[in-house]
């Protein structure tokens, strides 16, 4: 018989029971309110939800925030807005079927005056600029038409009519390139989040150039929004509420209104329509008073959809690629605006006094080439400083040769100290570093050429011609020729520090920021200078050249401040001509000069691609802001034509 084995579990206590039966009814009674409310949700008033979500949508509309102005140093105004009513299409509220876009761009174009492939093209090259945003189609379109699409807009889905903010420019074409244009943010500055676009949501209007681009943070403002209840149709519900937007700030530049324009005339008057740009700076502090490059461009039509036609107009150098910004991006030969370098690098060194008397015969032996002043023109016995006044290129051809042997490449060195082939670090951007050529350089450049040949298997990529640094190149650099490239920023920084006794200044525009009521918010502080030891005596002698260069008959430009009567004892002008060759082009002409007024000192630097000498182009056209800026009326002619 087999014997059953006992049950040894304790039994459940009274207690316990009581326990598990609480628990268990607690948790019926809690799965029984969720069933009985999720039933009464999806089945008694579910209808009544799905109504209300279709019904009480919220959308956001964005209110665009006015830019701030920008003004001149006096308040004048630059820069401003002005409301313009715009059509756009929002690419996906289109229709999915190919028809019935076709059909849309056709009813657009009715309504606009454009051809239905004109509205398609803008589109497609709106969304591959800007994939999220919203195309512009056109600007400034009149209340009739804003009307007419308001009343149709069942015939235009995805089409918008948007009152909005652009930019206005009084003065059109001045200063264009410094100023710079605005546009929307775009894909790839989407993707680069640094401290310059951090933060800047889709659709956001832009700094995209000059100063527009550099000071974008004060004037961009911040968008404000409308909240709108739209039902399930897309149709306005009602009103919530509004997040008004902030404009801008008012951004005050360094620039003189008057100035400005005096010098784009000039540079147009007297370039007879040549390239060519311009910069006037204070040398006291750095303070850019103007700056100009022609040819120029309107900014405002960065403003409306921009053909691919008028871009490439913008960019192509036979029209003198207008975007380009000559004052800071072009970088050329100098000519003999450089000279006051290579007299200061022979008296620091000690290959040459100021009094020692050099006989320029017109023509120098230099290795086995034979170097000759313009037209081989003999100046007979001249010191440092008649060498400056007449500008005499066997003077500076010797010094070249003397400077040559001597370690440490004494001349690129104080070329360097004094502002050229780096960047002054303006508050724009795209500016050029230049060049100075040296032994170092010539041999970077000839590996250059060697692994370009390599790679693509051709006898010369045109880099360089691979040999190296010589004399020749030493007293080519001696006259501002051969490799040497520099801006008429970084010259006018360098005349500045003739001037000011050695300090190499940071040129800038921002002056300060202030509110629309033109009350100061923040000042923007110039940025420290640095100072290079020039000596006194040295000093004084190239400024004495510089000067009878001027003043006194023989002087490069003498005849063109004599002719038009200047008052010297007034206003003493120090300037130096330059005409530097360019292979393949006519001569590109230089005048870079000052004026050491107690009140108002003024550098000028003036270059005209092609222009010829310095004194037939660049020195009138400069001459005429220096007139300008101190209320002085002259006429200035084009000077003698026998001298650099």
Not at 86 to 112: F, T
Not at 401 to 421: I, K, T, V
Not at 463 to 489: H, T
Not at 627 to 637: D, P, S
């Amino acid at each position: 018989m087999i014997k059953v084995p006992e049950d040894r579990r304790p039994p459940i206590t009274p207690q316990l029971a009581v326990r598990v039966a609480v628990l268990g009814g607690i948790a019926l009674v809690m799965f029984g309110i969720i069933f009985f409310r999720l039933w009464y949700l999806q089945v008694l008033s579910g209808d009544q939800y799905v109504a209300q979500a279709n019904g009480n949508q919220v959308r956001e509309q964005r209110i665009q925030a006015p830019r701030g102005d920008i003004v001149d140093r006096n308040g004048e105004e630059l820069v401003s807005n002005r409301q313009a009513t715009v059509v756009q299409i929002d690419p996906g509220k289109l229709p999915k079927d190919s028809a019935a876009k076709r059909l849309v761009y056709r009813r657009l174009g009715r309504v606009l005056h454009m051809r239905p492939s004109t509205v398609q093209l803008r589109l497609v090259r709106a969304r591959k600029a800007l994939p999220y945003a919203n195309a512009l189609i056109k600007t400034d379109v009149s209340d009739a038409v804003m009307a007419y699409i308001e009343e149709h807009q069942p015939d235009f889905p995805g089409v918008t009519v948007d009152n909005i903010y652009v930019r206005r420019y009084p003065h059109q074409n001045l200063a264009a390139q410094l100023l710079g244009y605005v546009g929307q943010i775009n894909a790839q500055q989407l993707k680069d989040r640094n401290t310059h676009y951090a933060g800047i949501p889709q659709g956001t209007i832009i700094g995209q150039a000059g100063v527009e681009w550099e000071y974008d943070r004060y004037l961009r403002g911040r968008d404000g929004a409308n909240l709108l209840r739209v039902n399930s149709l897309g149709g306005r519900e009602g009103y919530m509420r509004q997040r008004p937007p902030v404009p801008g700030h008012q951004l005050r530049l360094t620039i003189d209104l008057g100035l400005q324009k005096a010098g784009q005339q000039a540079l147009a008057t007297y370039g007879g329509g040549k390239p060519g740009g311009f910069v006037a700076l204070d040398p006291r502090n750095g303070s850019v008073l103007a700056m100009g490059s022609y040819p120029s461009f309107d900014p405002s039509v960065f403003a409306r959809p921009l053909s691919e036609s008028t871009y490439k107009s913008l960019i192509s150098t036979s029209n003198g690629a207008p975007l380009i910004n000559r004052a800071i991006e072009g970088a050329y030969p100098t000519g003999s605006t450089f000279k006051p370098i290579t007299a200061m690098a022979a008296l620091s060194t000690g290959v040459v006094t100021p009094g020692e008397v050099i006989n320029d015969s017109g023509c120098i032996q230099v290795g086995e080439a034979q170097r000759c002043n313009a037209g081989h023109e003999a100046n007979g016995a001249v010191d440092l400083t008649q060498a400056i006044k007449v500008s005499s290129d066997v003077y500076f051809y010797t010094m070249g040769m003397r400077l040559n042997p001597l370690s440490g490449q004494p001349l690129q060195r104080w070329a360097y100290r004094l502002g050229l082939g780096h960047r002054t670090k303006l508050d724009l951007p795209s500016e050029a570093s230049g060049t100075i050529p040296d032994a170092a350089w010539r041999a970077h450049r000839g590996q250059l050429e060697a692994e370009c040949e390599r790679k693509h298997h051709v006898p010369s990529c045109g880099i360089s011609d691979k040999r190296p640094w010589s004399m020749g190149d030493e007293v080519n650099l001696a006259i501002g020729q051969g490799d040497l490239q520099a801006s008429p920023l970084q010259m006018a920084v360098l005349y500045s520090a003739i001037e000011n006794g050695g300090r190499i200044v940071r040129p800038h525009l921002g002056e300060e920021v202030d509110d629309s009521q033109g009350r100061l918010i923040q000042k923007i502080d110039p940025p420290a200078s640095r100072r290079v030891h020039m000596d006194g005596t040295f000093l004084d002698d190239i400024r004495l050249g510089l000067h009878e260069a001027a003043s006194s008959p023989g002087g490069t430009s003498a005849d063109v401040w004599s002719a038009a009567k200047w008052p010297q004892n007034r206003y003493p002008v120090f300037g130096k001509t330059g005409t530097a060759q360019r292979i393949g082009q006519n001569d590109q002409s230089w005048y870079i000069c000052y004026v050491p007024d107690p009140s108002r000192p003024i550098v000028v630097a003036m270059t005209i691609e092609q222009g010829g000498f310095g004194a037939s182009a660049a020195a009138p056209a400069a001459a005429s802001m220096i007139a300008h800026w101190f209320g002085v009326k002259a006429h200035f002619a084009a000077g003698s034509s026998k001298t650099l």
